[in-house]
């Protein structure tokens, strides 16, 4: 039968090796049988160490008994079947009652003798504390960061994020050292045993990957922090054109004070047309219709350019509000509002137009692209006549080409 225990480990050093004691606790009272025969034989815990098998006792006196948890007679015998995992035992105590003794065998590590001072002798419980060497290899543990694909912010020429990062330890000989990399600031402070370390990450556009390190003496762990930044389209202060009754306006709005237009009207539908380069392989964007008028716009490029979506359901249960064509996102994330559709065929300058469906009316912002990544490349190779230049920008090989700034991942900067 399976009994209780409750366990708990203490750490101690000893040059490359650790003494690890673990304190178990066995319960007596659930032992079964009414009878002295019926309660030997092997009794299995129901929990586990972390880093230990599951306790097995084998009784083998017929002394212990269920009836007021007693202890009778003076050879009660049990053996740890699998004293090996865990290790030498250091102390037995049974309540701390004076009535009883108990004694280890010097020859066999798991086995012991407890004796009972009368036959009226009872315990609840017996508490046994192990000691095993074990070898030891400092450690820092932490994961990778990504962040993934973000859209950069439009008021700034790069992306700021700050969040944080778990650290743990395990046997250093001191306090874990953090060290940023030139675009990741760190802060926080560690012991040997870890904790949370701030980051602050300032990526420009593009593939962003730079590496932090962890120390504690001559252990050292290294963490990347890696994401894609992408150059929106839509930039405050230019919003694009929608047609509504024959009609083409400027409809510049915001969400979330995020720079965007608003398409259509409450009796009219209208149009967005996002201008994306040749050779773009994906546009990303985000679109909300107005609260409680869920619907669908239509996507659509010139013949001979491919999406993947041609029709899209916007989010409206909790829409946007606001007036003054300022709106904020009511009970949704932003990224409950992006979309991605990939683009093939863009061998030119294309127009990618979004149109007002059953939706009737929606905003758009944060509207980006990427490019493919034989794009820098392809620019020296058939474009030479439109008098692209091989540059280095800060570090990075960059291709000029008609006034924009590309580098050698297709990534316009």
């Known amino acids: 039968?399976?009994?209780?225990?409750?366990?708990?480990?203490?750490?101690?050093?000893?040059?490359?090796?650790?003494?690890?004691?673990?304190?178990?606790?066995?319960?007596?009272?659930?032992?079964?049988g009414n009878s002295y025969a019926a309660n030997n034989g092997t009794h299995t815990s129901d929990a586990v160490a972390a880093d230990k098998s599951t306790i097995e006792v084998e009784w083998t006196s017929n002394q212990v008994m269920n009836q007021s948890s007693k202890i009778q007679g003076?050879?009660?015998?049990?053996?740890?079947?699998?004293?090996?995992?865990?290790?030498?035992?250091?102390?037995?105590?049974?309540?701390?009652?004076?009535?009883?003794?108990?004694?280890?065998?010097?020859?066999?590590?798991?086995?012991?003798?407890?004796?009972a001072g009368s036959a009226t002798s009872t315990a609840s419980s017996i508490v046994i504390v192990f000691e095993k060497e074990?070898?030891?290899?400092?450690?820092?543990?932490?994961?990778d960061f990504d962040f993934g694909k973000v859209v950069i912010a439009q008021d700034a020429e790069n992306y700021v994020l700050d969040t944080t990062l778990v650290v743990t330890g395990a046997n250093l000989s001191g306090a874990i050292v953090?060290?940023?990399?030139?675009?990741?600031?760190?802060?926080?402070?560690?012991?040997?045993?870890?904790?949370?370390?701030?980051?602050?990450?300032?990526?420009?556009?593009?593939?962003?990957s730079e590496t932090i390190t962890l120390t504690s003496g001559e252990t050292e762990k290294e963490v990347v922090v890696s994401g894609k930044v992408i150059k929106p389209v839509v930039l405050?202060?230019?919003?694009?054109?929608?047609?509504?009754?024959?009609?083409?306006?400027?409809?510049?709005?915001?969400?979330?004070?995020?720079?965007?237009?608003?398409?259509?009207?409450?009796?009219?539908?209208?149009?967005?047309?996002?201008?994306?380069?040749?050779?773009?392989?994906v546009l990303h964007f985000f679109a909300v219709a107005w609260t409680n008028a869920a619907g669908t716009i239509a996507v659509s490029a010139p013949d001979g350019v491919t999406l993947d979506k041609t029709e899209l359901t916007l989010t409206a249960d909790?829409?946007?509000?606001?007036?003054?064509?300022?709106?904020l996102l009511q009970?949704?994330?932003?990224?409950?509002c992006r979309f991605d559709i990939n683009l093939s065929g863009v061998t030119a300058e294309t127009n990618i137009t979004f149109a007002s469906g059953t939706a009737r009316r929606f905003v758009v912002w944060g509207a980006t692209y990427e490019l493919g990544k034989d794009t820098a490349t392809s620019l020296i190779n058939t474009k030479s006549e439109q008098k692209a230049v091989?540059?280095?920008?800060?570090?990075?090989?960059?291709?000029?080409?008609?006034?924009?700034?590309?580098?050698?991942?297709?990534?316009e900067l």
């Not at 209780?4 to 032992?31: P, R």
């Not at 699998?82 to 086995?111: H, M, P, R, V």
């Not at 074990?134 to 994961?143: D, H, L, R, W, Y």
């Not at 280095?392 to 991942?409: A, F, P, R």
């Open 318 to 327: 909790a829409g946007i509000s606001g007036s003054s064509n300022d709106y």
């Open 178 to 208: 953090a060290t940023g990399s030139e675009h990741v600031t760190v802060s926080g402070t560690l012991t040997a045993e870890g904790g949370t370390l701030n980051l602050h990450i300032v990526a420009a556009p593009g593939d962003f």
């Open 74 to 115: 003076q050879k009660n015998t049990g053996s740890i079947k699998n004293a090996d995992s865990w290790g030498e035992i250091k102390s037995i105590t049974i309540n701390n009652n004076a009535n009883f003794t108990y004694s280890i065998d010097a020859n066999d590590a798991g086995k012991f003798e407890i004796k």
């Open 390 to 411: 091989k540059t280095i920008i800060n570090g990075q090989v960059v291709i000029i080409l008609d006034g924009k700034k590309i580098n050698l991942l297709g990534v």
């Open 1 to 32: 039968m399976k009994k209780l225990f409750s366990l708990f480990a203490a750490v101690l050093f000893a040059g490359s090796m650790m003494a690890k004691e673990y304190t178990v606790t066995i319960g007596l009272s659930d032992f079964p």
């Open 134 to 143: 074990e070898s030891t290899a400092p450690a820092i543990a932490a994961k």
């Open 236 to 281: 405050p202060g230019e919003p694009a054109t929608m047609t509504a009754n024959g009609d083409t306006k400027a409809y510049e709005a915001s969400v979330d004070g995020v720079a965007g237009v608003k398409v259509g009207t409450s009796s009219a539908d209208g149009s967005f047309v996002v201008t994306v380069p040749a050779n773009a392989t």
């Open 331 to 336: 009970a949704l994330a932003p990224a409950e």
